[in-house]
């Protein structure tokens, strides 16, 4: 079993910076898929990002240029850079890990961490 714990979220003007983090705990991160979403008020969960492995990544087209995923295993720590953000990005954002598969596939993400707001305003 995994437990997750987002941190870093904030609020910040358009154009900011934030880095979120997301710290496992009970087993490591090195054999897992690890991913970023997001929700905002009233609308669908959305996937922004996935760390199949540290040199295997993906990112939602809205992210892209924008957000950097990013694992640290002897930290055993997940991290979300967001660059230039926008208010669309506000939302609560969550971390989650999934088990990895045939060297870079990913099943079904299965733990969930409690989130961490971002909001972006000026």
């Known amino acids: 079993q995994v437990q997750l714990v987002e941190s870093g979220g904030g609020s910040v003007q358009p154009g900011g910076s934030l880095r979120l983090s997301c710290a496992a705990s009970?087993?490591?991160?090195?054999?897992?898929?690890l991913g970023w979403f997001r929700q905002a008020p009233g609308k669908e969960r959305e996937w922004v990002a996935t760390s199949t492995r540290g040199d295997f990544i993906t990112y939602a087209d809205a992210v892209k240029g924008r957000f950097t995923i990013s694992r640290d295993n002897a930290k055993n720590t997940l991290y979300l850079q967001m660059s230039n953000l926008k208010p669309e990005d506000t939302a609560m954002y969550y971390c989650a890990t999934a088990p990895r598969y045939f060297s870079n596939r990913c099943a079904p993400f299965n733990y969930w961490g409690q989130g961490t707001q971002v909001t972006v305003s000026s």
């Open positions: 009970g087993d490591t991160i090195s054999a897992y898929c």
